[in-house]
């Protein structure tokens, strides 16, 4: 999937900040449909965030669930 038009690593961060705060507790794969974007792309800035504690990760089996 191309990189959209615009978005800056931080305008991502900020898009998945902002559906994690409506929606808490999403998977990987659940952000990155809400955000339309590729999943290998969710999860960088997903992981930037949480090693940046700015969101939290719990694993359920081989699963990521986000929330703030």
Do not use: C
């Amino acid at each position: 999937m191309p990189k959209k038009k615009g978005f800056t690593s931080e305008r991502y961060k900020k898009e998945i900040m902002s559906v994690l705060k409506n929606q808490p507790f999403m998977s990987t794969n659940e952000v990155s449909k809400t955000i339309s974007m590729g999943y290998d792309t969710a999860l960088k800035y997903l992981l930037e965030l949480h090693k940046s504690n700015n969101i939290n990760l719990k694993m359920v089996g081989n699963r990521r669930f986000w929330y703030k």
